[in-house]
């Protein structure tokens, strides 16, 4: 995350940060499609290759957040098609595991979403980035941010905590 | 296995608002699991807890992970023990056994409870665990076919059923297969419905919790005693 999006007092020139957890055999691969298409597409996400969104574990999704993230897209291949056979839907009900526990404390859920497409559809990937920026940009700054900027002008960067999975 | 369930974040997060360093502590074993406690969900509830703790305007909370192979010997607590002097409390994501076992290692340190110790089950399908024994420490399994209407049916018949089973479903809750409905059904299938005739003795509730703490003692384990 670059400083620029870090510690600004107001929501003034604010540009969301959208993790994107992308399966290497689908998500990943319509995010290039989408940029060799010179699409449209929100410059603000951070495209992270996963091997396939079954390895995405939930700690991936809430350290994003807790590093900031306002919103976070985990994006894998179209349900039957994954290429690690059943990952996405294990994947899928991570992320309602996730959900409902930013729920629990105050995040809304909708700042997460689980999205299926094919590596072809480099289109659909650039409607799922803006329509999440959309949705984030309607909601507002993450309200871990806001918390952190009534504390302190600027976020500490979390520290990597002992007991993260490799 | 020993089941429990992670308590709600906002109980974690008040039990150590008087601290400003704790050690979420996991357990390898039971608790790993059934998903409650282990390395994996410890992790996670460290990370929602800081959050929900930012969230409510806190800071300068520092919460670190740790996870022993089993809270509930001392040997693998040894290590930790070494480490407590950094914090300033515990939350012990073991089962009740294993936070006390961490409190009594740590005689100084205050120890939280980060689960709900539910029972002794068994993994039923994918995320169910159900229980199966109610530790009764006079065990009846022999008489009911191996299924133990102590843990099972949900009024501890041992001269079941009563008056309420439904086509195989428990008049408390018609989610539950009625035990005495399952105890009938393998006596039948395992040819023992004999046992079934008589009328079942009474528990010796004195061997079970009610006749006070429990212990277990193996003299062949010590050598204590012999060495000069
Ligand atoms: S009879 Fe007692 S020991 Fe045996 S399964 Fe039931 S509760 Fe457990
Ligand atoms: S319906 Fe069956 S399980 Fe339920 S209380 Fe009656 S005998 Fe026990
Ligand atoms: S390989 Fe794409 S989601 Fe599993």
Redesign the pocket.
């Known amino acids: 995350m670059s400083d620029r999006h870090q510690g600004a007092p107001s929501t003034a020139g604010w540009d969301p940060v959208i993790v994107a957890f992308a399966s290497h055999y689908c998500a990943y691969a319509a995010a290039d499609l989408a940029g060799v298409l010179r699409l449209q597409c929100s410059p603000n996400v951070r495209v992270i290759r996963m091997p396939c969104t079954g390895k995405v574990e939930s700690i991936y999704i809430v350290r994003a957040f807790e590093k900031g993230a306002d919103g976070v897209i985990v994006a894998g291949c179209l349900e039957g098609g994954c290429h690690h056979v059943e990952g996405n839907l294990r994947a899928r009900r991570r992320v309602e595991r996730v959900q409902a526990l930013l729920g629990e404390i105050g995040i809304e859920s909708e700042r997460l979403g689980m999205y299926d497409l094919s590596s072809a559809q480099g289109t659909r990937f650039a409607e799922i980035v803006n329509e999440m920026n959309d949705r984030v940009a309607k909601l507002g700054p993450s309200p871990l941010r806001v918390a952190r900027q009534r504390v302190e002008p600027r976020v500490v960067a979390v520290a990597a905590t002992k007991g993260d999975p490799p | 296995m020993i089941v429990a369930e992670r308590k709600p974040v906002s109980e974690i997060r008040d039990l150590i608002a008087p601290h400003d360093r704790v050690l979420f502590l996991g357990c390898g074993t039971c608790v790993t699991v059934c998903m409650a406690g282990g390395a994996r969900e410890v992790s996670l509830m460290a990370a929602v807890v800081r959050m929900a703790a930012e969230l409510g305007g806190r800071t300068g909370l520092v919460i670190e992970e740790a996870t022993v192979e089993r809270q509930c010997e001392i040997l693998f607590l040894d290590p930790i023990a070494e480490q407590a002097a950094g914090y300033d409390a515990i939350c012990s994501f073991g089962c009740g056994a294993g936070v006390q076992h961490v409190a009594a290692r740590l005689p100084q340190t205050p120890v939280h409870p980060g689960l709900d110790t539910q029972f002794l089950g068994v993994l039923e399908g994918d995320g169910v665990w159900a229980e199966r024994c109610a530790g009764c420490g006079s065990c009846r399994l022999a008489e009911f076919s191996g299924l133990c209407p102590i843990a099972r049916?949900?009024?501890r018949?041992l001269n079941?059923?009563?008056g309420?089973?439904q086509v195989g479903r428990?008049?408390?809750d018609p989610a539950l297969p009625?035990?005495?409905?399952l105890i009938y059904e393998r006596a039948r299938a395992v040819g023992a419905l004999d046992r079934l005739q008589g009328v079942a003795e009474v528990q010796e509730w004195g061997k079970a919790l009610d006749g006070g703490p429990r212990r277990v003692v193996r003299g062949d384990q010590s050598i204590a005693d012999l060495r000069r």
């Not at chain 2, 009625?178 to 409905?181: L, N, S």
């Open positions: 049916c949900a009024k018949l079941g059923p009563c309420g089973s428990c008049e408390i009625c035990a005495w409905q």
